[in-house]
């Protein structure tokens, strides 16, 4: 059974138009992420949360927002879509240990968000 | 910012070679992570090493976390049609922050 959900695999949304992805969790782990990636490039990270703790990464544009309302649940919201943003954004938890990371981190399938 | 260094880029093989690829990093990692990516799925964890020194296999997968936390190498023996694929290296510093080298994408022909 998939233990990351991602919903929905694919996403067709018009420029400009709000635009939320979700994802969930069975693992019960303490930290999620959200990534973005573009065709054949490796997964960028946008920012990842600690519990309730968030962490944005200082080259994730203003327009990409996180929500985590309980340890199951992450949500990306982009508020302004562009071309540019078009890709898979993929999720991914782990079990995590603040401050020293020794855990490793399973993804979900992702979702591929179109703009158009 | 930690940042790794993957390589080779691309690897175009005969079915039942062997295949070597590799991570190199700026800085110190605590834990090295490898990951295969089919198209259109999120990555998948292969194998994950904990320890300096530490060689792990993972059927015909083995995968070695460098003497100097700095690099890691991953071996893919007797290659088959399946292995295809995107291979990526990830590694976690201090902090909870995973960060993944460029991608060594596998090609084998049959």
Same mark, same amino acid.
């Given at each position: 059974?998939?233990?990351?959900?991602?919903?929905?695999?694919?996403?067709?949304?018009?420029?400009?138009?709000?635009?939320?992805?979700?994802?969930?969790?069975?693992?019960?782990?303490?930290?999620?992420?959200?990534?973005?990636?573009?065709?054949?490039?490796?997964?960028?990270?946008?920012?990842?949360?600690?519990?309730?703790?968030?962490?944005?990464?200082?080259?994730?544009?203003?327009?990409?927002?996180?929500?985590?309302?309980?340890?199951?649940?992450?949500?990306?919201?982009?508020?302004?879509?562009?071309?540019?943003?078009?890709?898979?954004?993929?999720?991914?938890?782990?079990?995590?240990?603040?401050?020293?990371?020794?855990?490793?981190?399973?993804?979900?399938?992702?979702?591929?968000?179109?703009?158009? | 910012?930690?940042?790794?260094?993957?390589?080779?880029?691309?690897?175009?093989?005969?079915?039942?070679?062997?295949?070597?690829? &590799?991570?190199?990093?700026?800085?110190?990692?605590?834990?090295?992570?490898?990951?295969?990516?089919?198209?259109?799925?999120?990555?998948?964890?292969?194998?994950?090493?904990?320890?300096?020194?530490?060689?792990? @296999?993972?059927?015909?997968?083995?995968?070695?976390?460098?003497?100097?936390?700095?690099?890691?190498?991953? &071996?893919? @023996?007797?290659?088959?049609?399946?292995?295809?694929?995107?291979?990526?290296?990830?590694?976690?510093?201090?902090?909870?922050?995973?960060?993944?080298?460029?991608?060594?994408?596998?090609?084998?022909? @049959?």
């Amino acid at each position: 059974d998939a233990m990351v959900i991602q919903n929905p695999r694919y996403q067709v949304t018009q420029f400009g138009k709000p635009v939320t992805l979700s994802c969930s969790q069975t693992l019960n782990h303490n930290v999620m992420y959200w990534y973005q990636q573009k065709s054949s490039q490796a997964p960028k990270l946008l920012f990842h949360y600690y519990d309730k703790d968030f962490n944005n990464e200082a080259d994730t544009p203003d327009n990409f927002q996180s929500r985590r309302p309980n340890t199951s649940f992450c949500f990306l919201d982009i508020r302004s879509p562009g071309l540019g943003d078009a890709a898979m954004y993929l999720c991914a938890t782990s079990r995590g240990s603040f401050g020293t990371g020794n855990t490793e981190a399973f993804f979900g399938q992702g979702t591929r968000l179109t703009v158009v | 910012g930690q940042q790794l260094n993957q390589s080779p880029q691309s690897m175009f093989i005969q079915e039942g070679e062997d295949v070597s690829m &590799n991570c190199t990093s700026s800085s110190i990692f605590n834990t090295w992570l490898w990951y295969k990516q089919d198209p259109g799925e999120g990555p998948v964890l292969l194998i994950a090493l904990y320890k300096a020194g530490e060689l792990t @296999s993972n059927g015909r997968l083995t995968a070695q976390f460098g003497i100097t936390r700095k690099d890691s190498f991953l &071996n893919i @023996s007797a290659s088959i049609p399946s292995d295809v694929g995107i291979y990526f290296c990830a590694g976690q510093g201090n902090g909870n922050k995973l960060v993944f080298g460029a991608g060594t994408i596998l090609r084998v022909k @049959s």
